[in-house]
């Protein structure tokens, strides 16, 4: 699967949109983009994916570059319950025994403040 | 979305002793379970992966007569760390699939293992 390569932290203020970015330059054609997120101490929750269009869901926003190189994770109105690390993932949806595999990177630290 | 969950969400055990994490698919059937550990401000690390009726898949590096998996049905999986020592001691999270659509992955809430 691709590597992905995310800002180690990211501020906010509670209201604003969060934006984080996501670079994946050797994605293949095959290959979604995945954002999960970690509150302290929890398991990694859903947020969204997508391919190639730009997807939008209760939670947040994703936009994929047209080239697929990059995209961006849009929180329209951060809140404090937001502060978690952020992984973008980059994952083959191909069948097999390892379907779903996940393999995650450093990810974005984002605090969002009062 | 899909429930996952996990039991206990924290154990103290004694060091030489062996621990059970259950990993449950609480309204799905998942055909293919993985379960990672994290160690304190790092990011989440595959240990192996699991798919019922079949022995797991252990990721590099991992001992797999340590930890024990057994993915016995469609909603269960089990880890067992055997024989626990104090660098054992770390945060166990497993995930489950069940491989329709697009493999999205839900997580358990984790099992917080410390090891004295």
């Known amino acids: ?114 | 979305g899909a429930v996952v969950s996990q039991h206990p969400s924290r154990v103290i055990c004694k060091s030489g002793t062996s621990v059970k994490i259950e990993c449950r698919s609480l309204d799905f059937q998942a055909t293919t379970m993985f379960w990672y550990r994290q160690f304190p401000k790092k990011s989440l690390m595959l240990m192996a992966t699991s798919n019922e009726g079949s022995k797991a898949t252990y990721e590099q590096g991992v001992e797999k007569d340590k930890f024990l998996i057994n993915h016995a049905s469609l909603t269960l999986s089990t880890l067992t760390v055997t024989s626990a020592h104090p660098e054992d001691s770390s945060f166990y999270i497993c995930s489950a699939t069940s491989g329709q659509g697009t493999g999205e992955l839900f997580f358990g809430e984790g099992s917080r293992l410390t090891v004295l």
């Open chain 1, 1 to 114: 699967d691709a590597k992905t390569t995310q800002p180690p932290s990211m501020d906010c203020a509670e209201g604003r949109a969060a934006n984080l970015p996501c670079n994946h330059s050797t994605i293949s054609g095959n290959e979604y983009v995945y954002w999960y997120r970690q509150i302290h101490s929890q398991g990694p929750q859903y947020i969204i994916h997508g391919l190639k269009n730009n997807e939008t869901n209760e939670m947040a926003s994703l936009i994929i570059t047209e080239d697929r190189k990059s995209s961006t994770l849009i929180l329209p109105h951060a809140t404090l319950r937001d502060t978690a690390v952020y992984y973008c993932i980059v994952r083959s949806n191909a069948g097999g025994t390892s379907y779903g595999k996940l393999t995650f990177g450093q990810g974005t630290i984002l605090t969002v403040h009062p």
